[in-house]
């Protein structure tokens, strides 16, 4: 890999596995609050994707199709329902879904 790169360490003690992808996002996705004008014609509220029984890693655009990255942090297998399609993960299991 040429090229600078960069590397953050944070240390946790005594997490459990299940804990350690939100501990992750305390470290390192720091939000900070933006208010917009809103408008537009979508609902105040809502999901345009529904997700459930994996984590969300990335959602981006290719070759015109919308694709998903989704994990799962257990230690057990799990089917997670991506856009109500079922699809099957192992343990920290990664998968791409096209939707």
Known sequence: MIGEHRVSLTLHRGLRSDELPAAWERAHLVMHPVRTPGGGDLPARGSLL????????AVRKVDGRVKVRIWNPSLEPRTAQVAGRAIELGPAKIADVEL
């Open 50 to 57: 529904a997700i459930e029984g994996a984590e969300l890693s």
